[in-house]
């Protein structure tokens, strides 16, 4: 899953449109936040610590890599590629109303990569994360029908929590980097305090999908 709620842009704008000059510290450090800890790089680590806790070996890496690729690298490449052919101006494509596409990407990516882990026999706790953040992707997707609800902040919760569930309580410290990816939103205007708390307990639900295994 990739960051869909991002403007492209290095300078803070006013409700005008104009662009303020130059950015403030605060701004600074927001956009850092927000680029660090934007859902491929979370999903990356993230999945390759639920597979390894998963799996309890070293082969869990390779079974967090795939779900890493299909829940975050595939929709982020599928974006370039939309990028390089002029269909969106920015990767983050910032109407809301054109994101459609890219959350049937994802709905399909990590579709196709969790029947690969059913048969391959694949870790009982990835192949259950795999489907939570399935679940948690057709949500966002009805919801951004009719509201901005931050993914960038639903991924970074949805991480912290599956790691909890598979591995250690300890992991919820993690919320951590998620209340910072939920300040970095809305002190850069793309959010408001509602939307990404909306998104990070969308994100925290996902480890619910624990409950049924």
Not at 167 to 189: E, K, N
């Amino acid at each position: 899953m990739t960051s869909t709620d991002t403007p492209d842009t290095t300078a803070a704008t006013d409700t005008t449109g104009t662009t303020d000059a130059p950015a403030s510290p605060d701004h600074a450090t927001a956009r850092t936040v927000t680029d660090v800890f934007q859902p491929r790089n979370v999903l990356l680590i993230g999945m390759l610590g639920i597979g390894l806790a998963a799996a309890g070996h070293w082969t869990g890496l390779l079974w967090g890599f795939l779900g890493a690729l299909c829940a975050g690298l595939i929709p982020a490449g599928y974006i370039e590629w939309e990028r390089g052919r002029g269909t969106w101006g920015d990767r983050h494509v910032v109407d809301r109303t054109k994101r459609a596409p890219i959350f049937f990407v994802i709905l399909g990516s990590i579709g196709t990569g969790s029947v690969v882990m059913v048969l391959g026999h694949a870790p009982t706790g990835i192949l259950v994360a795999m489907l939570a953040l399935w679940a948690m992707t057709v949500i966002l997707l009805a919801v951004n029908t009719v509201w901005k609800i931050s993914v960038d902040a639903a991924v970074a919760s949805s991480a912290v929590a599956l790691l909890a569930a598979v591995h250690s309580p300890w992991w919820l410290l993690g919320y951590v980097m998620t209340v910072a990816v939920c300040w970095s939103r809305v002190a850069l205007g793309y959010h408001t305090v509602m939307q990404t708390v909306a998104g990070a307990s969308l994100g925290a639900a996902t480890a619910g999908a624990f409950l049924l295994v």
